[in-house]
Antibody
């Protein structure tokens, strides 16, 4: 069974750093692109970017370029999304997704940024 | 950037009725369109890809059509579990994808 398991919910303060994870199993992680999707409270889905774990080729959506960093460790079939300095406006649910048509999705990681 | 416009924003229907959802692209995307369903508190689920191909395990009451700039998702007879938000997504500019704003199908 294909699974993408994300790290747990986070409560952070503005200015703090954060790295969330997405671990794949049950499929060929190292030959599949993995993307990240943001969903702000009560809003729609936004494509953030994607990584190809075999060579860590990363492509960002223009809206997120410079705002986040996407990385991966193919040895443990895990992709990451990180921030160096969180803002309140980063509060959202973040999903990882993979497969040729985004067939597989993680369960989501809720990030709350509040002072 | 390709913009996807979904209509209507909200569709109020009763179980058993037919639902017709629209997605329009700002420029031609051939057939590189997918549809997802999202229920409250859940991750999106792939329904349709390449405009008209049902994903694994998706019931036959879901169908997709269209090409170029105009696409339609049809649910032939709504079941109670079909009331949700539906998003279209284009991959013609892979790896830069875009999603539509969503259509909420609610119980009338």
């Amino acid at each position: 069974e294909v699974q993408l398991v994300q790290s747990g919910a986070e409560l952070k303060k503005p200015g703090e750093s954060l790295k969330i994870s997405c671990k794949g199993s049950g499929y060929s992680f190292i030959t599949s692109w993995i993307g990240w999707v943001r969903q702000m409270p009560g809003k729609g889905l936004e494509w953030m970017g994607v990584i190809y774990p075999p060579d860590s080729d990363v492509r960002y959506s223009p809206s997120f370029q410079g705002q986040v960093t996407i990385s991966a460790d193919k040895s443990i079939s895990t992709a990451y999304l990180q921030w160096t300095s969180l803002k309140a406006s980063d509060t959202a649910m973040f999903y990882c997704a993979s497969g040729p048509h985004l067939d597989y999705w993680g369960q989501g990681t809720l990030v709350t940024v509040s002072s | 950037e390709i913009v996807l416009t979904q209509s209507p924003a909200t569709l109020s229907l009763s179980p058993g009725e037919r639902a017709t959802l629209s997605c329009r692209a700002s420029q031609s995307i051939s057939s590189y369109l997918a549809w997802y369903q999202q229920k409250p508190g859940q991750a999106p689920r792939l329904l349709i890809y390449d405009a008209s191909t049902r994903a694994t395990g998706i019931p036959a009451r879901f169908s997709g059509s269209g090409s170029g700039t105009d696409f339609t998702l049809t649910v032939s007879s709504l079941e109670p579990e079909d009331f949700a938000v539906y998003y279209c997504q284009q991959r013609s500019t892979w790896p830069r994808l875009t999603f539509g704003g969503g259509t909420k199908v609610e119980i009338k």
